[in-house]
């Protein structure tokens, strides 16, 4: 995994911040794997129940509050909230990724 732990630390609290405590952060993609280089930050959030609209919301909360903290960077966020169809890119995410 190419973060540091205190990028690590940042994105768990930030998740926590905005989505609440039971949100369940993952790394994915490139960062998440140790022999490739570059790349931006993919990460994959579960969430409790919560309508699109608010989903939206706290999606762009969330990536600003990254944006400040880590410093402006390519950050790419997926989120999937409890009882939604799982996509493929949920699946993914999941299999291929890293649990922050």
Do not use: C, N
Not at 35 to 51: C, F, K, N, P
């Amino acid at each position: 995994m190419r973060l540091t732990p205190e990028q690590v630390e940042a994105i768990k609290a930030a998740a926590a911040e905005v989505f609440g405590p039971d949100a369940e952060v993952w790394l994915f993609g490139s960062r998440a794997d140790d022999s490739r280089r570059g790349g931006d930050i993919d990460l994959y959030v579960e969430l409790g129940r919560i309508s699109s609209g608010e989903r939206t919301r706290l999606e762009a909360r969330f990536w600003a509050k990254l944006q400040r903290l880590l410093g402006e960077r390519k950050i790419d966020i997926v989120t999937h909230p409890h009882g939604a169809p799982v996509r493929p890119i949920d699946r993914q995410a999941r299999s291929s990724g890293v649990r922050l």
